[in-house]
C-alpha cells in the first residue's frame, strides 16, 4: 500500500533562516506530487505541483521553492523566512494520469516563524 | 479561479442528528470531491461524485451534485463525537486534474 512521509512534524524557526520540509511517498510510481500551506482556519492554498522528476510547477510568487531530485521525493525550501510563511505545510500525493484525481495527504508539518 | 465554497462555515449538533453541509462553485466541473481533516492533521479523502453523477453514498455519508446549480451537498446521518472535523468540498475543472480546495466547514459533535 502507498505511504505518505512528512517531516519535521512542527517546525520554530527565526525571521531570515533558511527552510527545508521533506516529502516522499512509498509504494507508488511516478505520481504527482503537491505543496500545499493552511493558514488558521482558513482552506488549502496550492503552493507547487510536480508531475515529475525537475518539473516544478508553481501556483503563487513566493520566497519559497520546490525541488524534486527524486520520483517519490519533493522539497519544500527557503532561503529567507518571513513570519507570513508560518502555517501548516502539507504534501500530497495523486495518481499520474489518474481517472479520479483524487489527492492523498501527508501529516503535514506546522512551521511557526518568530 | 475555481473554488468551491462551503456552508456553513461552522456546524454545531447532539450526537445522533445528522449534519448537512454543502458547496457551491462557479464553473463546470469534471468531479467534486470531499475531504475530511482532524485537528492538526492531513486530509483524508472521503467520497469523490463525477459531474454525470447524481448522488452517492459511503457508509453514513451521502454526497449529492446538482450541475445545474453548481452545488453538492455532503450529508453525515447518525453523527458520532468522533466525526468532529472539519470538511472540505475540491473541485476539479474540467481539463484540470488539480482540485481546488474550499475553506472548509468546521463540524463539532457532541457526545
Known amino acids: 500500500s502507498q505511504t505518505i512521509h512528512q517531516w519535521p512534524a512542527t517546525l520554530v524557526q527565526p525571521v531570515g533562516s533558511p527552510l527545508s520540509l521533506e516529502c516522499t511517498v512509498e509504494?507508488?510510481?511516478?505520481?504527482?506530487l503537491y505543496w500545499y500551506r493552511q493558514a488558521a482556519g482558513r482552506g488549502l492554498q496550492l503552493l507547487f505541483y510536480s508531475v515529475g522528476i525537475g518539473q516544478i510547477s508553481s501556483e503563487v510568487p513566493q520566497n519559497l521553492s520546490a525541488s524534486r531530485p527524486q520520483d517519490r521525493q519533493f522539497i519544500l525550501s527557503s532561503k529567507k523566512l518571513l513570519l507570513s510563511d508560518s502555517g501548516f505545510y502539507l504534501c500530497?500525493?495523486?495518481?499520474?494520469?489518474?481517472?479520479?484525481?483524487?489527492?492523498?495527504f501527508g501529516p503535514g508539518t506546522r512551521l511557526t516563524v518568530l | 479561479s475555481q473554488q468551491g465554497e462551503e456552508d456553513p462555515q461552522a456546524l454545531s449538533i447532539q450526537e445522533g442528528e445528522n449534519a448537512t453541509m454543502n458547496c457551491s462553485y462557479k464553473?463546470?466541473?469534471?468531479?467534486l470531491q470531499w475531504y475530511r481533516q482532524n485537528s492538526g492533521r492531513g486530509l483524508v479523502h472521503l467520497i469523490l461524485?463525477?459531474?454525470?453523477?447524481r448522488e452517492k453514498h459511503s457508509g453514513r455519508l451521502r454526497v449529492t451534485l446538482d450541475t445545474s446549480k453548481k452545488s453538492s451537498s455532503l450529508l453525515i446521518t447518525a453523527s458520532r463525537a468522533a466525526d468532529t472535523a472539519s470538511y472540505f468540498c475540491a473541485t476539479v475543472p474540467g481539463g484540470s486534474y488539480i482540485p481546488t480546495f474550499g475553506r472548509g466547514t468546521s463540524l463539532i459533535v457532541h457526545p
Open positions: 461524485i463525477r459531474s454525470n453523477e
Open positions: 500530497a500525493w495523486s495518481v499520474f494520469g489518474g481517472s479520479t484525481d483524487t489527492q492523498y
Open positions: 509504494g507508488t510510481s511516478n505520481p504527482n
Open positions: 464553473t463546470s466541473i469534471n468531479n
